[in-house]
């Protein structure tokens, strides 16, 4: 990794010892962003926990980092962070081997294997909302949060939604997940690092245990077409390839999407006359399932998830680490320098949208097709090789979980409108106090 004399020439603030810029980024990270990119410009670096980084701003960086092919950026490299909870994952890996390895979980990602995710989550759902309480306030964050895991079980591993096994898996997921974002990165006992070693053996094991079952008689879920998937060349995955793309599947779905359901919901009940657009939109889809083409016609719906995404990504930042030396904007970026790029601030840039502070789902709407303004200027879910692979599995639990849930209460707020933290994971400060009403 180049040392901060080989980044002597590229701008930057000056850098407290040892801590560098994490308290300042970690207190106000867009705010900091913003003021450093009017003060050094869009290329400036920082330091994160005594690791140097090259920030590359705006949508042109995005453009032509993520959609570079010629082996210039490692996403293993600028992941590593997550290397030790995660190895093996798709975003821990390159070039032709990832690209190998995405064609197999593509398998996995088949319109009619989606089509069996809807069906099982559709049932469970509305078991798991009826659950949720009528007419007192609770936290919605918490409660999306669990209903996400459990849904989980269900969709990602045929568990059922109750059963002992379930919430064991349910502790082991957080607990790798809170690892995967402390600073503390020594396995220290009873550290969160430690906690998340300790939940991905646990998790390893248990799933190793279900692999010949589900070898031998497959499923509908995400973790029995995984065992199955093959590429065009019948190519598959060994038992610890399995474990190990399934390991980081689950994280990338999980927070990610309870994150924009929060972000949605809080909108929703902030602005009413958007919750009665979506009512409506919801009521005219009458009793029939919500299938392929009912969840097609959620066209507001899919502008208030995409504004949600906008306002409050769940992945505002994407690291990349320079295999080679390489040149942008009139500087030299020597190979091995940690890279930054930063959808969460691009998106909030009047470069691309009007007054983007506001929240006005109409501005994706054809005749303002806001995000055309640029191929990365709405880009919550990257691009190039390694853009998410569950966008469309995302879109469907967001359009499912809106209907179901308008069909027979709304929603409004119970107390102030939370500030929401930006890093290291998006989330309301406080939670997000809600009361649900029956119509
Ligand atoms: C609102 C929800 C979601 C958002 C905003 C989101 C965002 C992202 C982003 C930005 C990346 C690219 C990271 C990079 O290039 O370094 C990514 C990759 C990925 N996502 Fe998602 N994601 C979401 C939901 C999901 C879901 C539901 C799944 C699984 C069903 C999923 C699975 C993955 C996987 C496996 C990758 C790695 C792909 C690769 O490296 O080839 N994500 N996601």
């Not at 004399?5 to 810029?21: D, E, K, R, S, T």
């Not at 996403?75 to 032709?96: K, N, T």
């Not at 007419?135 to 459990?150: H, M, Q, V």
Request: with cysteine.
């Amino acid at each position: 990794m180049p040392t901060k004399a080989a980044l002597a020439h590229i701008p930057g603030p000056p850098a407290l010892p040892l801590v560098g810029h994490t308290f300042a980024i970690a207190r106000d990270s867009y705010g900091t962003q913003a003021e450093y990119i009017r003060r050094y410009g869009e290329v400036y670096k920082t330091n994160m926990l005594g690791v140097w980084r090259v920030n590359l701003c705006g949508a042109d960086a995005l453009e032509r980092v993520l959609l570079d092919r010629t082996g210039l950026f490692s996403s293993e490299g600028g992941w590593d962070a997550l290397a030790r909870i995660y190895p093996g994952g798709l975003l821990l890996q390159d070039f032709e081997h990832h690209r190998a390895n995405r064609r197999i979980m593509q398998a996995a990602f088949r319109a009619e294997a989606i089509r069996d995710y809807r069906l099982r989550m559709t049932g469970a759902m509305t078991e798991l909302l009826d659950r949720w309480p009528d007419g007192e306030a609770f936290c919605f964050y918490k409660a999306i949060k669990a209903l996400t895991l459990r849904l989980g079980g269900a969709v990602f591993m045929g568990l059922p939604l109750d059963g002992p096994l379930a919430q064991q898996v349910n502790r082991a997921i957080q607990d790798e997940i809170r690892a995967s974002i402390t600073p503390i990165r020594q396995a220290i006992p009873f550290t969160p690092m430690w906690r998340g070693v300790r939940g991905r053996d646990f998790l390893r094991e248990a799933f190793r245990k279900l692999i010949p079952e589900r070898r031998a008689h497959g499923g509908d879920d995400f973790f029995s077409r995984m065992c199955a998937a093959t590429d065009e060349n019948g190519q598959g995955w060994d038992e610890d390839q399995i474990l190990d793309q399934f390991n980081l599947l689950i994280m990338a779905a999980h927070d990610t999407t309870a994150t924009s359901l929060s972000v949605m919901i809080e909108a929703l009940a902030s602005h009413p006359e958007w919750q009665d657009r979506l009512a409506q939109e919801v009521a005219s889809l009458g009793d029939r399932p919500l299938d392929e083409d009912a969840l097609g016609q959620m066209r507001q719906t899919n502008n208030v998830f995409r504004e949600a995404l906008r306002l409050v990504p769940p992945v505002p930042f994407i690291p990349r680490r320079a295999t080679r030396d390489f040149d942008w904007q009139g500087y030299r970026i020597p190979a091995g320098t940690s890279l930054s790029l930063n959808p969460g601030v691009t998106m909030l840039s009047e470069t691309y949208f009007t007054n983007p502070t506001a929240f006005d789902p109409d501005r994706f709407a054809p005749d303002r097709a806001e995000d055309q303004r640029h191929k990365f200027a709405w880009s919550p879910f990257g691009g190039g090789a390694h853009k998410c692979i569950g966008m469309h599995f995302a879109t469907l639990q967001v359009k499912l979980f809106v209907a179901t849930l308008l069909r027979s209460r709304r929603v409004r707020l119970a107390g102030a409108r939370p500030e929401w933290q930006r890093m290291p994971i998006p989330k309301p400060k406080g939670g997000l106090q809600v009361i649900l009403d029956r119509i």
